[in-house]
């Protein structure tokens, strides 16, 4: 089932000079992401999940920004150390991005075909108009837009915000891109339009043969899209593992939080867990695990040490002493399993 | 039963659409459109519905920040619609509201303490002491401490602003609160936070809350009865386990069926609405959901179908169901 993998991070950090110092935003992540398959990163504000988004395009905002080490491998390109010239040929055809705001990100001021038409022939200068058009319209109908020849004129005021995401995925999708990046796809949308664009998602997915890079928020969003998922903590990944084996057996103890924190539709839980805590200012934790601060099963090594990506199985992953085989302490597999406290005390 | 504390009778709101030189009047917003619903003490009645479905305006006109066009509302015996802006003032001190934008509902140039202890200056409660020492007491009830008191919001985190935002609407010890969207601008962990924390004030507290909230997990999880609105009406109302377990509008069956559900196990049957939401100047006829419905007939389209109880407990706008 080893698939190619078209999408490498290796080992990358992203960095921003402020004036408290240098702070890094992505700490040293490295992932990959498949030929055609959908990769969720989950995390909450502030984790670095946009950063890493906007570091595989090459659009961190610089300065404050800069990718201070690592690689970002497409297709066998090292994308990090291309200049604004060359990335500028790669980015909307080779990898392509659709953003949270679909109102924001299109051009008020230009015809939807218009900027359809832009995007194709920035990157086919030999197409005619006509030939661009013709794909415009195609990819348009493509996505599920209704009355695409009428559309083609109108201007983003026009639309809806499920339709403007549409476009949005229309346009990105326009060259045949080997990566679509989706930064919060669906956040500013209703649920019934939400539902409406996931699967899309899904369907251009699989009749595309695309490889989608979803980051979201929203567990549910990650349940029911993507086949691996990537948990984001403070700049770092805590956890890598296939969705069902995040969802059944979450590793982490922030992961389980996280989950055990979202209120199922489903049934009425008597109180909700919470995390206690806030998510860490950037650069505030220096040592020890960054997540230990809130961390209900945190014992001395956790403030002391850094802790790696442990495995739990081959395609399972996470950043915990728990995993670590060093350590005495067992925990019991199943969600919402208690640590042997004893144990952990005595450790 | 509770006693009803809150009764909301045929409620509109139209908002006049205004064009020309001279702003004249050529249409109307139909926010909210003739809507009946009462809410009983101690209990939470949760509002659910998409952008454009007019509940948050619900929440304002109760509060009558901004004036209903027509209809009644009773507030523990007192009609609302008939006080004057003055004696209303009184009243908020018995209704209050929080926001959903912990960002944008809060002063900045207000240190926490101004911010709390202003609605017991603008209520007349209290000498500066005792005024001092309330606002200290709310800090730490809403799990602050009163070290906060001397800063500004902007050095406080999204969930500790909006526990600022919660104890600035109990400080006049309300009867009701409407929250609007209170945990949407937040993280899933703080949101959890911040839900527990409302539980537990309203246990301690003796509250009533209308929560208004477009996530129906969220409100699933906190309210005893739930409305779902659709384009300025109330099409379905019932206690929250029967509208999540057996809801009877296609619409409020569709709108469960949207929400992505964090287990990938799950198993289920899709309903997925075609369209968008109509916009609220120009609804459809006769039925307001006719248009996206997958079940309309023909009767959808010329009558408006009635709010009216099918169940003990819940009611709903459909003509499917109109012989029960």
Known sequence: MSRKKILEVKDLETSFFTDDGRIAAVDHISFSVEEGEILAIVGESGCGKSVTSLSIMGLVPSPPGKITAGEIL????????????????????????????????????????????EAIQIHNKTWTKKQAKERAIEMMKLVGLPRAEELFKEYPHQLSGGMRQRVMIAMALVCDPKVLIADEPTTALDVTIQAQILKLMKDLNIRLQTAVLLITHDLGVVAETCERVIVMYAGQIVEQAPVQEIFKNPQHPYTKGLIQSVPDMRYKK?????????????????????????????????????????SKTKAHTARCFL????????????????????????? | MANVLLKVENLTKYFPIRAG?????????????????????GETL???????????????????????????????????????SEEMRKVRRDIQMVFQDPYASLNPRHTVEKILEEPLIVHGIGSAEERRRKVIEYLEVVGLSAYHA???PHQFSGGQRQRIGIARALMTNPKLIIADEPVSALDVSIQAQVLNLMQKLQEDLKLT???????????????????????????????????????????????????PIPDPNYEREQVILTGDIPSPSNPPTGCAFHTRCPMAMEVCKQQVPQFRQVKPGHSVACHLYNDR
């Open chain 1, 74 to 117: 497409l297709d066998g390109q090292n994308l990090a150390t291309l200049s604004e010239k060359e990335m500028r040929q790669i980015r909307g055809k080779d990898v392509a991005m659709i953003f949270q705001e679909p109102m924001t990100s299109l051009n008020p001021l230009f015809t939807i075909g218009n900027q359809m038409m």
């Open chain 1, 270 to 310: 008597d109180a909700l867990y919470s995390i206690p805590g806030n998510v860490p200012k950037p650069g505030s934790i220096q040592k020890g695990c960054r997540f230990a601060p809130r961390c209900e099963y945190a014992f001395p090594r956790c403030s002391e040490e850094n802790p790696e990506l442990y």
């Open chain 1, 323 to 347: 995993l670590d085989s060093e350590n005495e302490v067992v925990l019991h597999a199943e969600m919402g399993g208690q640590v042997n406290g004893e144990r952990i005390a005595e450790s």
């Open chain 2, 21 to 41: 030189m001279l702003a004249r009047k050529v249409g109307d917003v139909k926010a909210v459109n003739d809507i009946s619903f009462e809410v009983y003490e």
């Open chain 2, 46 to 84: 949760g509002i659910v519905g998409e952008s454009g479905c007019g509940k948050s305006t619900t929440g304002r006109v109760i509060m009558r920040l901004h004036e209903p066009t027509s209809g009644k509302v009773t507030f523990d015996g007192v009609e609302l619609t008939a006080l004057s």
């Open chain 2, 150 to 152: 001397k800063r500004y």
């Open chain 2, 209 to 259: 809350y209308i929560f208004i909230a477009h996530d129906l997990g969220v409100v699933r999880h906190i309210s005893d009865r739930v409305a779902v609105m659709y384009l300025g009406s109330m099409v379905e109302l019932a206690a929250s386990e029967d509208l999540y377990a057996e809801p009877l509008h296609p619409y409020s069956q569709a709108l469960l069926s949207a929400v």
